[in-house]
């Protein structure tokens, strides 16, 4: 069975900072998807971005990024320029059969003014 | 275009009684996925209909169970309800035709047993 691993519960940087989520995933299957979702204190989950792992460019959505070690089955988010709106839980999640995501425990991100 | 939505927002019950949740997806839509939410187990994977049709299923209880309808609304349903059961229930729509495995989300359903 496929695991997600995110190993920081919580972390906290200033605003304007760079901060890096780290998720480490387990498959054996080479096939799959990658995403973090994110989901503020309203509870609405979010797409932030997704990786498909057949691809070895990196994906990119505007202030986020991935950073994808498809060998080491690392899959970690680098948020450039956080602002006050990124304050929420942060979940990443694994794809490999159809609509079935697997989502780490999450990790609770809060920007700091 | 409407976002997911799930009614009701909030549930109170009390332990042994049933409860159904319902969830409709976006337009367009026929691939609906369930999932509880809980401080201790964190979101797990309940089940997903495409077309009426349950295609996959996680590791709980007969006492989950689920349906599709030709509209691709989807309901849940949990009987015999436990203290355990308390979570937030939420449900997540896609379109293999638009964004192939790309999964929206609704508010979630509160599910409070007492």
């Known amino acids: 069975a496929q695991t997600v691993t995110q190993s920081q519960p919580e972390m906290s940087v200033q605003e304007a900072e760079t901060v890096t989520l780290s998720c480490t995933y387990d498959?054996?299957?080479?096939?799959?998807?990658l995403f973090w979702y994110k989901q503020p204190p309203s509870r609405q989950m979010i797409l932030v971005i997704r990786q498909e792992a057949y691809k070895q460019q990196n994906a990119t959505e505007n202030r986020f990024s991935v950073n994808f070690q498809k060998a080491a089955k690392s899959f970690s988010l680098k948020i450039s320029d956080s602002q006050l709106g990124d304050t929420a839980m942060y979940f990443c999640?694994?794809?490999?059969?159809?609509?079935?995501?697997?989502f780490g425990q999450g990790t609770r991100l809060t920007i700091n003014p | 275009k409407a976002g997911v939505t799930q009614t009701p927002r909030y549930l109170i019950k009390t332990r042994g009684q049933q409860v159904t949740l319902s969830c409709s997806p976006i337009s367009g839509h026929r691939s609906v996925s369930w999932y509880q939410q809980t401080p201790g187990q964190g979101l797990q994977f309940l089940f997903e209909?495409?077309?009426?049709?349950?295609?996959n299923k996680g590791n709980f209880p007969g006492r989950f169970s689920g349906r599709q309808f030709s509209n691709s609304r989807s309901e849940m349903n949990v009987s015999t309800l436990e203290l355990g059961d308390s979570a937030l229930y939420l449900c997540?729509?896609?379109?293999?035709?638009?964004?192939?495995?790309?999964?929206?989300f609704g508010p979630g359903t509160r599910l409070t047993v007492l």
């Open positions: 997540a729509s896609s379109s293999k035709l638009v964004t192939p495995n790309e999964q929206f």
């Open positions: 498959t054996s299957e080479s096939n799959y998807y």
């Open positions: 999640a694994f794809m490999n059969l159809p609509q079935k995501l697997v």
């Open positions: 209909y495409f077309s009426e049709t349950q295609r």
